[in-house]
């Protein structure tokens, strides 16, 4: 269950940012677009309690902002309070006369007005930029940005690989994220955690793989910090507006050349002089962002999914059809419709390999076609029947728990039995205890007491 | 699964005949530059955040921004000149440059000279319409959805005239309309008190505010403003003021505090 951990550490980019060292914090307070993406990521009272004072260029006591609540929603107030504090977008200060105050940060506080109202430098030098001779559309930069994606999806996937459809780069941070790994053959081979990553959205698919892309860029000696505002200003751009290249450094140009690779931007080629950003970037960090690639051959809601557990699939993409078909047994396949069935023996096939229901039944409503979504209740349009069906099935296999215990028996006298067993059961650390059988079964952590109570009590009575 | 996303739409008084604005013309463009930077900082809340702004003139409304595609007119893509972010300059740029036509244009400077005054003698401004204009683009903007999205609409009608009860039937139109979209309707007052935007703040389900203080603005709106519904109930604002819920008569227009109601049309006379 690897990458569900390590998916919920980085889930948000508030979990992210916690995980990255102070300097490279402060680093990002930098950047206006930076900015921008942390304070879109605050609750929204924080957002509040931020804009009323960013304009006060003094330490404002704690009493003063715990009035600006209402009484009946203190703890939303100590959640804000909490939520700014630790991105360190605000200070704790001690004010005269010993109040407790707060003050925001000055990085953060100049850039984020400059990005709301202007000032600083522009991130690209695009002023005067003429115009594309060969202009792309939205579009063409959406096949564009499908088509790397899949490539790298397919290579996951297909069990021959052949590594010239994806770079060097793109299998390091797979193997790095632990999607893939080296077999005996010195191949790479997908791992269980690729698996659970393939049935994620788009959107969690390009952050995860961002994030542990990031990782290594230091090892290319580039600065996470400068990479990750790149990206975040990258993630405020237009969608089918083109950037110029001009003023950016070799090591930039460099970490463009590997988002180009993944999809992220477009360049017609690696001397053009511009590129276009994809929707794949847009909007990175943001937390409820969907993405949604739609184009004539690949359709984001695809799916149906009947009361009698049938399974209609829209699509002839290869890699779609494996995916549904990691939890569904085939029954008919036509040019652009893919006949399933969801069984017990096919979602336990599934659990077998490490996904667990919760991914099974997101991937599901991800791709729920858009009638079913029409007709259905909004925020579950899978037919309540077959949810709690895959739900049961995978309670199914947890039916056993196991803790680590030790077995009493062979008790001389019931006298003794007892004795044992209720004190057992007075510390708490009976797990079972069988009058006929006079055996006791206690957990492992209280075996040194009962042991202990036994020769003492067998010392008194002899 | 569901998308929510809010829409702001700001309707600003641009009448040339607003007190404050008559006692010193800078005052305006203070104000603009705070609406500007409100509208701004409800699109920073939210990616997925829309705003629009109407401006109320006399005689005439119009939508300043999101300026809308034309066939066969390309619009010139504007370019980030310093750190702000994209869309925010866009949304100052066009705002800015058609306030500046109204300005530029006779209807705002003639209005001191007595051309104008006896043409029609109305100076009151157009709230009633913009309004109705700012209705009409929730409601396409809601038929524009696609199924699994959800959008929060409301309007800010910032405005410093005395509005005339001439146009009292068409605000209580858009009230009621607005109440049943459920959309918000808030007035941030920069002259007298408004009995009718108090009443439809009341209505609707809105803030009545008139801030004491016209360079303040911007701290006015950040604080009352920006917060959206759900949040507001969470804020201690400032306490609402009482409602005046005289009605206006419909034959001489004035309001009335004793009124006789006809059985069948419901006019009060």
């Known amino acids: 269950m ?45 957002q509040n309690y931020v804009l009323r004072i960013l304009y006060v260029e003094q330490a404002i006591p704690q009493a003063v902002i715990s009035t600006w609540v209402s009484k009946a929603h203190v703890k939303e107030h100590s959640e804000a309070a909490e939520a700014i504090s630790t991105l360190r977008v605000w200070k704790e200060v001690t004010m005269q006369g010993g109040l407790a105050g707060w003050m925001l940060d000055h990085k953060f506080r100049h850039n984020l007005k400059v990005a709301l109202l202007g000032g600083g430098k522009q991130w690209t030098k695009s002023t005067n930029l003429d115009q594309d001779s060969k202009p792309r559309t939205v579009k063409d930069l959406d096949l564009y940005a499908l088509e790397r994606w899949e490539a790298m999806l397919h290579f996951l996937t297909e069990k021959q690989q052949k590594s010239d459809t994806v770079s060097k780069d793109t299998i390091m941070t797979l193997t790095h994220a632990g999607l893939m790994e080296q077999d005996e053959n010195n191949a790479p081979s997908i791992t269980n955690e690729g698996f659970q990553f393939l049935l994620l959205d788009t959107a969690s698919q390009v952050w995860y793989f961002i994030v542990k892309y ?20 990258l993630s405020f751009a237009t969608l089918g507006r083109d950037y110029g290249t001009e003023g950016f450094e070799d090591n930039m140009q460099q970490f463009m050349q590997h988002l180009r690779e993944f999809g992220l931007i477009y360049q017609r080629t690696r001397k053009a002089g511009r590129f276009y950003p994809t929707r794949l970037a847009l909007n990175l960090a943001s937390r409820n962002n969907k993405i949604s690639l739609d184009t004539e051959k690949h359709k984001t809601g695809f799916i149906v999914v009947e009361t009698n557990y049938r399974l209609y699939a829209y699509t002839d993409s290869d890699l779609q059809l494996a995916l549904v078909g990691m939890f569904t047994d ?24 490490g996904i667990s229901a919760e991914q099974i039944i997101s991937f599901l409503k991800m791709h729920a076609h858009y009638e079913m979504i029409k007709t259905a209740h909004i925020n579950n349009p899978l037919p309540p029947t077959v949810v709690d069906q895959i739900r049961l099935w995978e309670m199914e296999r947890n039916r056993l728990t196991f803790t680590d215990s030790v077995l009493y028996n062979q008790f001389l006298s019931h006298r003794d039995y007892e004795v044992v067993r209720d004190y057992a059961q007075e510390t708490g650390v009976l797990l079972h205890g069988s009058d006929q059988k006079r055996t006791i079964v206690v957990k492992g952590s209280g075996h040194d007491d009962v042991k202990r109570f036994w020769k003492r009590h067998s010392k008194n009575s002899s | 699964m569901e998308v929510e996303s809010n829409l702001l739409i700001v309707v600003i008084d641009v009448n040339p005949a607003q007190k404050y604005v008559r006692s010193d013309s800078k005052q305006f463009f203070n104000c603009v530059d705070s609406v500007l930077t409100f509208c701004n900082a409800h699109l920073m809340l939210q990616a997925s955040n829309k705003a629009c702004v109407i401006a109320s003139h006399i005689n005439q409304s119009h939508i300043l921004y999101p300026i809308e595609e034309r066939e066969g007119v390309t619009l010139k893509p504007i370019r980030q000149v310093d750190g702000q972010y994209e869309v925010f300059l866009e949304l100052e740029k066009s705002v800015r440059s058609q306030i500046k036509k109204f300005v530029m244009s006779d209807a705002f400077t ?6 104008s005054a006896d043409s029609s003698g109305n100076f009151t401004t157009c709230l009633a319409s913009a309004l109705g204009k700012a209705l009409c683009y ?28 001439a146009q009292y039937m068409s605000f209580m139109n858009v009230f009621f309309s607005a109440q049943k979209l459920g959309v918000i309707i808030d007035a941030c007052v920069l002259g007298p008190y408004a009995t009718l935007l108090s009443q439809g703040a009341d209505i609707t389900g809105g803030i009545y505010l008139r801030p004491p203080h016209i360079p303040g603005l911007l701290q006015y709106l950040l604080w009352v403003f920006l917060p959206e519904a759900s949040l507001r109930k969470q804020l201690a604002l400032p306490p609402p003021v009482p409602v005046d819920y005289r009605a206006a008569c419909f034959c001489h227009r004035q309001l009335i505090d004793m009124g006789y109601v006809c059985s069948v049309c419901l006019s009060s006379k």
Request: glycine content about 4%.
């Open chain 2, 138 to 165: 929730i409601n396409r903007k809601e038929r524009e959805l696609t199924a699994g999205e959800k959008l929060n609409s409301r309007i800010l009608v910032v405005s410093g005239s005395s509005e005339s009860t």
């Open chain 1, 330 to 353: 085939f029954l008919f396949r036509f040019p652009n419709l893919v006949v399933g069935v969801i069984t017990r023996d096919s979602i336990r096939q599934a659990l077998r390999s």
């Open chain 1, 2 to 46: 690897g990458i569900l951990q390590h998916f919920a550490e980085c889930k948000s980019l508030v979990d992210y940012l916690k995980t990255l060292s102070n300097h490279v914090v402060d680093d990002l307070f930098g950047y206006p677009a930076a900015c921008l993406a942390i304070f879109r990521e605050l609750p929204k009272l924080a």
């Open chain 1, 214 to 233: 990031l990782e290594t860029v230091e090892q290319r000696g580039l600065s996470t910090a400068e990479c990750l505002a790149f990206l975040f200003s």
């Open chain 2, 110 to 115: 003639s209005f001191d000279s007595t051309r």
